[in-house]
């Protein structure tokens, strides 16, 4: 796999007229037993919505699927009239990318906002077009004084909730998108391939929690088809296609986008599996994801085949997103005294305090897909993330990150923090040295949130290693609380352009902020 070593602008919160008509095309009814089947007849169409990812201040990636083969036509422009409109011409799409298809634009201007349509054409006869789709984003801007607000979160459609005609489907897509922010970071868990969705569940108390239900998530995932019906469920939620429309996304990938706790090499005991190889899976996953979600590095034009990446946004923000999933060692009680793979690699690790030096932002969010101080176990003996619960001097993986923290502390490199998801519920921790076992690194905050659409867990023990306190957490008191007896969490980043300072907002689907943090630019640690 090469994707790893070893295998003044117009209101944004205009309601879009293409992402409502998409909308009536593809609707939960529709989905109530499988993906929309369209007839082969007539013109192409892109129920599925768009999307838009990777935004900088002069780039952008737009994606879109067709029921049939076509050719993507993208038009650009300042306004929604699409008077001059610039027009991209994209790719031939068919069966061998799922008929998906992504066109990257170059060339557009800083801090603006960008209006486009994307036009399926008969690829025999270009005349005959289907109806166009509308969307729109923000460019990253060239000024500080902009300033920047983005949300983050992950984890969705796991433990066998998915989409509830009942309660509106995904709601806190909506929630999200009336917030209006530049773009949403994915922290990981895009989708939970070996998570099934039965027709409906019994809650505790006695109701019903009823799925959309479709062919691909009645069991496990193993082969392409099933993998790419995977990351077509979610797109059958109303509430994420015109999210989609408004937000651009940042995405990264974490376990279950594959398998739960899956590890380069592994080989299952699982008898769900008749494919036992997790590389195998793995790379059928890598495929999906890459025809699914518009991502810069794994472009056919410009990328590398890899998750990780830097997506610069301005003067005031660089996102470093991991892959703490495709380099990583095998999982074990993690208490070896020396790991160069770790979690990251080598290679990655590299990169990492490369890009992070070369960086002139003034905040630099490093996108974890995993926590760093929590421990997340897998099994009676092995541990998932990093943490593995000797508070002592780093071991296993644990040495990897003191490798990095030291070296962010003795470069003096300001400005950097933690986001991540993975554990289903939200949390605050700052880490300092005076309260750690290992001591060479400056403090730093590292936030938690999620899930979007799936169970909500309790709260996971810390490790003392690297000295974090839990300065906030909000988690339910059992395993797997349904989204309709726990809120959903995401968080909220918002960057002054003034002053640079950065306020973290941990919030609960319902419109409660229930923590707030104020950063200070310019300072090694915090």
Not at 411 to 422: E, H, P, Y
């Amino acid at each position: 796999m090469s994707y790893r070593p070893r295998i003044p602008s117009p209101d944004r919160r205009t309601v879009l007229r293409g992402s409502l008509a998409a909308s009536a095309a593809l609707t939960l009814p529709l989905a109530a037993t499988a993906a929309p089947a369209f007839a082969l007849s007539g013109r192409p169409r892109a129920a599925w919505g768009v999307q838009v990812g990777d935004v900088t201040a002069s780039s952008a990636l737009v994606w879109v699927r067709s029921d049939r083969p076509a050719r993507m036509i993208v038009e650009t422009s300042a306004t929604e009239s699409f008077r001059r409109a610039r027009t991209w011409h994209g790719p031939l799409v068919g069966s061998g990318t799922d008929f998906t298809g992504t066109t990257p634009l170059y060339g557009l201007p800083a801090g603006e906002q960008v209006h486009y349509r994307v036009t399926l054409s008969d690829p025999d006869d270009p005349r005959r077009t289907g109806e166009p789709v509308y969307g729109t984003f923000r460019t990253a801007p060239a000024r500080r004084r902009d300033g920047v607000r983005f949300l983050w979160s992950g984890d969705i459609a796991g433990q066998g909730w998915g989409i509830n005609p009942d309660i509106g489907g995904y709601r806190v897509y909506d929630e999200m998108r009336r917030l209006d922010p530049d773009f949403f970071l994915c922290s990981g868990d895009n989708i939970y391939a070996d998570g099934v969705i039965e027709p409906s569940v019994t809650l505790p108390d006695g109701r019903v929690w009823r799925n959309v239900t479709t062919e691909e998530k009645a069991k496990v995932a193993e082969t392409l088809a099933e993998y790419r019906g995977n990351f077509r469920y979610n797109l059958l939620d109303d509430n994420l296609r015109k999210f989609n429309a408004q937000v651009p996304s940042i995405i990264q990938w974490d376990d279950h986008e594959v398998r739960n706790n899956w590890y380069p090499g592994q080989i299952l005991d699982d008898v769900r599996y008749t494919e036992k190889n997790v590389d195998v899976l793995a790379a059928r996953s890598m495929r999906a994801f890459r025809e699914y979600f518009p991502v810069s590095t794994l472009h056919e034009s410009s990328g590398d085949g890899r998750v990780h990446r830097v997506v610069r946004h301005g003067p005031l923000l660089d996102v470093f997103v991991l892959d703490m999933r495709s380099f990583r060692n095998a999982n074990s009680p993690g208490r070896q005294p020396d790991d160069t793979t770790g979690i990251l690699g080598a290679e990655q690790l590299d990169w990492l305090k490369r890009e992070l030096s070369r960086s002139r932002a003034v905040w630099k969010v490093i996108a974890a897909d995993m926590p760093l101080g929590l421990v997340v176990t897998d099994g009676a003996t092995d541990f998932e993330a990093v943490a593995q619960g000797d508070p002592g001097a780093p071991l296993g993986r644990e040495l990897q990150i003191a490798e990095l923290l030291r070296f962010i502390k003795h470069r003096r490199i300001t400005g950097t923090l933690w986001l991540t998801a993975d554990v289903h519920y939200t949390s605050a921790q700052h880490y300092a040295p005076e309260r750690a076992a290992f001591k060479d690194f400056a403090p730093f905050w590292e936030f938690v949130s999620g899930p979007l659409a799936a169970g909500g867990f309790q709260a996971n023990a810390l490790d003392s290693t690297f000295g974090p306190d839990r300065v906030f957490v909000r988690a339910p008191d059992r395993a797997n609380v349904s989204p309709m007896e726990s809120p959903q969490f995401f968080g909220e980043v918002d960057i002054d352009g003034d002053s640079g300072e950065l306020t973290v907002r941990l919030r609960a689907q319902g419109g409660s902020v229930l923590f707030s943090k104020v950063l200070q630019p310019g300072r090694v640690g915090q």
